[in-house]
């Protein structure tokens, strides 16, 4: 870890364009500027930015898709090394056989980090992509432990507690949180369910959203960085839209797992009784 | 499950008076009465509002402690059967051998239907209490299945699980949430907590907290009822205090873990990846 204190960690809420690859790389390079010139050392991304989310089946995915050697994650890596950057971003991700993950990509200074591939699918995305199996990655970097989650992924507790558990200081999650019925005055309950993800683990997270009507759906457009204590130090916005929420971290605090002077949160767990 | 498509839930958010055994009980009684009256069937009250929370030492709990017999228990039971209520409280446990139980009981028409003991303890309960290692008990009621935890049981959300996967409609939690800083314009991340529990589960949930300044300790007076989206019914209440929270709540909802065309919350899960 970095003797620095503080992480400056950026969450870009961008609207990409379904099937404009192009577009979406000059989107997700202009906001990658725009966070490093506000200070961001880490940039968490939305789900599937590099293509847009709604395909209208298995094939244009396909089409869409590309690998971890293709041209967006090249332009993040150029962009890392330019700006000394961690960025985390999800991708339409070509698996060999013609196989697809709905994918997100870890890149810094150094290069490609890791890749994480969704492991619980939303809705059609289980008519295009292949689940992962592999546990999420957590990595070592100059400013901790990142780890890295996809959407759907936060509303399985179990599956959180493994990067947690496995050290990660700040939890990085590109999400596309489909828009639903809730009641007026209240925060959305995706939301919540990150702070209390955060909270339960004393980990910061990192949940970046999309914005922009795309084939019918809406978004939460819920962005939000939180602290380990599961608070907002960065959003929810009020009002949707484009965002660039900055928040200032001191990661170091995840290290840290006691909330009394007996307790801590993760040798307090009984796993052998969990079942 | 009742064909009754509604069953009203009350949460009695109390102060016990450590030590004042007959002084909780007529406190317990009037508040059972109370919600009765405004028509409560299922009445969920504070964890140890039997005995108060903040023993001086293990000697003082011990002195406080009953068994099943006891006269809370008694009292409870006559009020369930005269009152025809499901009553789930938490009462400080003796069991064989002077060893003791941080516990809550549910009562119904019948009698005592269940104990549960709290598995994981928090800070000074671990010099007072044995933690439980049963599973939470899950019992078929008039009015469907409900489920029992205790406090910081919450915080953990694979033991919230087994509740819910053994079928729970409703988690009833006495809790004593003792206070602490937080942002001034944030929900309490215990209540948070709740909301996340009963929304990654479809499961409703009735959190009791208590009020009143104990040996130095103040709480949180966040009690809550939620829906199975995790969307509060009634409280947390902008004010402490003394509150009586009522709900109506159709429990058959919770039997249904779609959430999309495509997922159910706990079809979805994927236990051989957890580890």
Chains 1, 2 share one sequence.
């Not at 150029?78 to 196989?99: H, S």
Request: glycine share 8%; hydrophobic share 45%; with cysteine.
């Amino acid at each position: 870890m970095n003797n620095a204190k503080n992480t400056v960690v950026a969450c870009c809420q961008l609207a990409p364009k379904i099937g404009d690859l192009a577009y979406n790389r000059t989107l997700t390079e202009r906001a990658i500027r725009q966070a490093a010139f506000q200070g961001a050392q880490v940039v968490v991304l939305p789900e599937l930015v590099q293509s847009g989310y709604l395909f209208a089946d298995r094939f244009e995915a396909l089409s869409l898709a590309e690998t971890v050697d293709g041209p967006t994650l090249q332009l993040w890596q150029a962009m890392a090394r330019e700006l000394n950057l961690v960025i985390v971003g999800g991708f339409c991700e070509r698996l060999p056989a013609d196989e697809l993950a709905n994918s997100a990509a870890m890149i810094d200074a150094n290069g490609l980090r890791a890749v994480y591939r969704k492991a619980h699918l939303w809705d059609a995305e289980k008519d295009i992509f292949t689940a992962g199996d592999a546990p999420p990655p957590v990595v070592e970097t100059v400013h901790g432990r990142l780890g890295m989650l996809i959407c759907y992924d936060l509303e399985f507790p179990e599956w959180v507690r493994l990067p947690a558990l496995a050290g990660a200081d700040l939890l990085c999650a590109p999400v596309n949180w489909p828009d639903g019925p809730r009641p007026q005055t209240e925060r959305p309950a995706e939301v919540l369910r990150v702070q209390a993800n955060a909270s339960v683990n004393r980990m910061f997270i990192a949940a970046c959203d999309r914005y922009g009507h795309e084939r019918g759906v809406g978004w939460v457009q819920g962005s939000v960085i939180v602290d380990a204590d599961g608070y907002p130090l960065a959003g929810p916005a009020e009002q949707g839209g484009e965002q660039l929420l900055l928040a200032t971290l001191n990661l170091a605090e995840a290290r840290n797992k006691r909330i009394s002077a007996r307790n801590d949160l993760h040798r307090d767990r009984r796993p052998q009784l969990y079942g």
